[in-house]
């Protein structure tokens, strides 16, 4: 095998069971083959680690040269690929997934032509990525109750997840979440900010595209962070409402700031989640990597 030959892995996330996913990805495959690309399809998470960090730009012994990788799932496709691929590497998304969060802010969508012609072109850009703990997220994180229902519906998670898949878990969370007391300290510098509920925001928009933050630009190495300080249900709901009204931003119980990192910590339990994926427990520390992932594409306007 020459060493120029272009190479597309394929990484697939088996449970991301978009109905339509088999076909798109066999359009995808064919569509590169056309193009004269030699597609390598991967859905175990070790093989695809081995593959982005056997050598830079290199999927297998014979030095095929690695073009890019397509996550082909949700946003903890793209998140796992993402902490395993060199900052060199440019990665395509095809949305398989729930949400979808960055593929819909950045422009991916479900057109296999349009993203055969974007890897094919070989146009990217970068965007910062969050680092929680030593793990990177690409959209959000956030600590409490958003992130018990994360754990819970993560929990009990056998397939493809729905958006009537987290009316269970959100009931529970209602009935059981206690909202302890979490402190922030941040690069801004003043007295820790004490709050129930607190969002990481590298992108603007949350699920249901909820936009808590008026910035969130994803390439201005910073993070943008909101946290409401009262605890309880029906305080969530009062911030949900302000939230999809855009009047939280002037509430007394609502800290909005920007900052390159920050420390999250509580006497208690409590979890926090990065890109839809559960993700351990407080004491969080979390930092701005400026331009450390490469997507394939034009970068949108505004970036």
Known sequence: MASSERTVLIAENPRAGAADAGRLLDQLVRGLAERGFRVSRECDPETIRRCLQTMPNQVDQQSAELTCVVCAGGDGTVGMVANWADRSLPIAVLPLGTENLLARQLGFDRDIDRLCERIDKGKNFTIDAGEANGRLFLSVASLGFDAEVVRLVDARRTGHIRHSTWLGPIVEAVARYRYPVIRMASSEGGPPVVARWAYVFNLPRY??????????????????????????????????????????????????????????????????????????????DIRVLPGRVRLLGEKPPGL
Not at 228 to 238: C, I, S, T, V
Not at 262 to 278: H, K, T
């Open 207 to 284: 699920a249901l595209g909820l936009q808590f933050v008026k910035a969130g630009d994803p390439a201005d190495g910073l993070l943008d962070v909101c946290c409401f300080r009262r605890g309880h249900w029906w305080n969530g709901l009062r911030y949900l409402y302000g939230v999809v009204w855009g009047g939280h931003h002037a509430w007394d119980d609502t800290h909005i700031e920007r900052a390159t990192w920050l420390r999250f910590e509580s006497e208690a339990s409590v979890p926090y989640q990065l890109d839809g994926d559960p993700g351990g427990e407080l004491p969080l």
